[in-house]
């Protein structure tokens, strides 16, 4: 016993260091494209400095880190177990009579609690990392339409309004929304405030209510008034805008700019308001999956790589359990897409790779170990 504990020690620890580097270079390369890619879009932006790309693809570290860490357990896995392969310790391990369940043991719980620490310690940091770098692409790198987002049921919109100036904002807050049974969003307890390029205030709206009309929000019973100047009542104001009802629910906040701890009450806010929380419920739901998946990758990863070399095609199965992953990345956004449509459950959606992948672990442990 004291053995195999030694040994699953030994092996755990090879299987993290492996696995982490495997994250930090596949997350290396990931977001030196992401900074090319970013690069590319400012080219059109001579005002907008290269710093400014380099904090958002800064931001976007951890995001990719959580993206791209099953495929470092699967891939820092294959590596690691074909190396101790190799060089014949689990050849002889197995030998001595030590089972591959007794010495996988370590690597599992490793991958197990690194899945555990990027969902309740880094998926936080994440979500907030990356809201910052969407701010920060909403601002220097987009045009037209601008961030909005719903918060303790209230709803604040940021859209171009070249009425008064060609590149000024308008500044929407409303204290109350809702989606009808008639798909028509309404909102109550509105201000709105109009800024030129220089956000200087021009024009500030108060409306009771309002609606989002065609091409507008129409407000009903406005008043306006100007700086210096005294409160008018203008009956109906008509704010223009290109958002629509679906447009809406793409632009609340998106799934990924929201910690695991903070999507359960925004998907009952989501409920409450008549939207649809489908994609945060998928996401919710992911992010509690990932520690299985990290150790189903573990497992797929020795199903795939702890064949004694002697038997040949070691490159062949190595290729399968690479394959493999990627086969499973397929199902997961597959499943997602099903998800997204409602012709799954949430639930469903997110856990059913899972478990596929984790059953296709088991399958190939049991044929590799008894045969």
């Not at 030590?98 to 880094?122: N, V």
């Not at 000024?168 to 109009?194: T, W, Y």
Request: net charge neutral; charged share 15%; glycine share 8%.
């Amino acid at each position: 016993m004291v053995v195999s504990v030694t040994l699953s020690l030994y092996i755990a620890r090879q299987f993290v260091f492996s696995v982490l580097a495997m994250i930090a270079s596949l997350t290396g390369i990931v977001c030196l494209f992401d900074f090319i890619d970013l690069l590319r879009r400012v080219a059109t932006k001579p005002d907008v400095s290269t710093n400014v790309v380099t904090e958002i693809a800064a931001l976007h570290v951890p995001y990719f880190a959580i993206e791209i860490l099953p495929f470092g357990i699967l891939l820092g896995g294959i590596v690691c177990f074909w190396r101790l392969t190799r060089s014949s310790e689990l050849i002889v391990a197995r030998a001595a009579g030590i089972s591959a369940w007794q010495f996988l043991a370590g690597p599992l719980a490793c991958a197990m609690l690194i899945g555990a620490t990027a969902t309740g310690i880094i998926s936080p940091v994440s979500s907030t990392m990356y809201r910052r770098a969407e701010e920060l692409d909403q601002q220097y790198l987009r045009t037209g339409g601008g961030p909005l987002s719903l918060s303790s049921g209230s709803l604040w919109l940021r859209q171009s309004d070249a009425e008064y100036d060609p590149h000024g904002v308008a500044i929407l807050h409303a204290r109350g929304v809702q989606l009808g049974k008639d798909n028509i969003i309404r909102i109550r307890e509105i201000s709105v405030f109009r800024l030129d390029h220089n956000d200087k205030l021009m024009l500030r709206i108060e409306s009771p209510e309002g609606y989002l009309g065609d091409r507008a929000w129409v407000l009903q019973n406005a008043q306006t008034v100007r700086p210096y100047d005294i409160l008018r009542s203008v009956g109906q104001f008509n704010l223009p805008t290109d958002l629509t009802v679906s447009r809406v629910q793409e632009s609340f906040s998106s799934p990924e700019t929201l910690s695991i701890w903070a999507l359960p009450s925004f998907i009952k806010l989501l409920d409450r308001s008549g939207f649809s929380s489908i994609r945060h419920r998928i996401h919710f739901q992911s992010l509690l999956a990932l520690p299985m998946l990290a150790g189903t990758m573990a497992l797929v990863a020795a199903g795939f790589s702890m064949r004694p070399t002697r038997r040949g095609g070691v490159a062949q199965m190595i290729g399968s359990g690479v394959a493999a992953g990627f086969l499973l990345f397929t199902v997961s956004k597959v499943a997602e897409q099903f998800g997204n449509s409602g012709a799954l459950p949430p639930v469903l959606a997110a856990w059913a790779p899972t478990v596929a992948g984790l059953c296709l672990a088991i399958s190939l442990l049991l044929h590799l170990e008894d045969g």
